[in-house]
C-alpha cells in the first residue's frame, strides 16, 4: 500500500498549481484520502478530504472556494487544484488515506496511510 504524492513547487502569489496523489496496492474504494499540510514551525493541519465511497468532500475554512480536491477512478488518484496561492499556503503537503471514516473525521484523524511530503512554497 503506497501513497505516492507530487506536484508541488514554487509559485507567485495568485499562482496556481495541482497536486497529485497517485494510490497503488489498493483501490481507492471505500477510503476518505486528503491532503494534510504543515508550516514550518507550525502544527500538521488536515485542509482538504474526498470520500470515495459517496464522492463527498469536505475543505477546512481556510482553503474553501480556492482548493478542490477530485478523484480519476482510472488512475487510482486523487488531486488537489489550489487556487489564488497565498503566501500562508506555504508548507509541506501530504496525501493521506484511512478506510471507512468519513471526511468530518478525516481532517483531524490521524490516518492510516500516508504518503511522503510536496513542498509548496509561495513567494514572489
Known amino acids: 500500500v503506497q501513497l505516492q504524492a507530487s506536484g508541488g513547487g514554487q509559485v507567485q502569489p495568485g499562482g496556481s498549481l495541482t497536486l497529485s496523489c497517485a494510490a497503488s496496492?489498493?483501490?481507492?474504494?471505500?477510503?476518505?484520502i486528503g491532503w494534510f499540510r504543515q508550516a514550518p514551525g507550525k502544527e500538521r493541519e488536515g485542509v482538504s478530504c474526498f470520500n470515495t465511497r459517496d464522492s463527498s468532500t469536505y475543505y477546512v475554512d481556510s482553503v474553501k472556494d480556492r482548493f478542490s480536491i477530485s478523484r480519476d477512478n482510472a488512475e487510482n488518484t486523487v488531486y488537489l487544484q489550489i487556487n489564488n496561492l497565498k503566501p500562508e499556503d506555504t508548507a509541506v503537503y501530504y496525501c493521506?488515506?484511512?478506510?471507512?471514516?468519513?471526511?468530518?473525521?478525516?481532517?483531524?484523524?490521524?490516518?492510516?496511510?500516508w504518503g511522503q511530503g510536496t513542498l509548496v512554497t509561495v513567494s514572489s
Open positions: 496496492g489498493f483501490t481507492l474504494d471505500y477510503y476518505a
Open positions: 493521506a488515506a484511512t478506510i471507512g471514516l468519513k471526511c468530518k473525521y478525516f481532517i483531524d484523524s490521524d490516518p492510516d496511510y
